[in-house]
């Protein structure tokens, strides 16, 4: 991709076209009320919009050392399969329930102790998810040093993980997303105000790599 902050303001257009950035009033994982919402759950349906948003991910996941890949269960389950597709890079599957039966296993794949393992996620707000995948995944001996994720919603998760070994390698901030919205006429500049505004009354101080 020659230009990749130009391919992400188009993929940006691409999701809210398909109804996966809504706006509105909706809460988040954490509690919090939230006047946008990403939900990337949809492009399960649009496979060209996924192979688009593995495309980006492509781009900045070869600046990082590892050796499989690791989706955040669920919406992050077939992200992660697209980029090992579009890679041939192996990739885990952690369970978010523990399997009682057979090998009762709660990482499933092919892996051995000290493998570098990347972990991939749709949106970040306080990164709660991505440090429960990871426990699971270090308790099977996997190291967990990365994380690379669609959208820093700017809450804190970026400076959460950071603080217990992780780097967040975020394709786009929640700020930049609105940016691109307004640009492409998608919204209005109330809208990306009262997102702005949401964002500054919620933010915690980050410490996070962007590509854009």
Do not use: W
């Amino acid at each position: 991709m020659a230009n990749q902050q130009e391919n992400l303001k188009a993929f940006a257009v691409k999701l809210f076209n398909i109804n996966a950035i809504k706006f509105g009033e909706f809460k988040t994982k954490v509690g919090l009320m939230t006047p946008v919402y990403c939900d990337l759950r949809v492009m399960v349906s649009y496979p060209n919009v996924m192979k688009t948003l593995a495309d980006l991910l492509i781009h900045e996941i070869k600046r990082i050392n590892f050796d499989i890949l690791c989706g955040v269960p669920y919406t992050a389950l077939p992200i992660a399969t697209a980029v090992s597709l579009q890679t041939s890079i192996p990739m885990v599957m952690r369970r978010q329930e523990p399997k009682y039966h057979g090998t009762k296993k709660i990482v499933d794949g092919v892996f051995k102790a000290g493998d570098q393992c990347l972990i991939v996620e749709d949106v970040v707000t306080s990164g709660s998810s991505i440090l429960e995948t990871v426990k699971d995944l270090q308790n099977e001996g996997l190291k967990c040093t990365d994380a690379i994720v669609f959208l820093n919603r700017e809450q804190g998760g970026a400076a959460n993980l950071n603080n217990k070994g992780i780097t967040m390698h975020a394709l786009m901030t929640l700020s930049q997303l609105v940016d691109y919205l307004l640009e492409a006429k998608c919204i209005d500049q109330e809208m990306v105000e009262k997102v702005k505004l949401y964002i500054r009354d919620n933010q915690v101080t980050e410490n996070f790599k962007s590509v854009a």
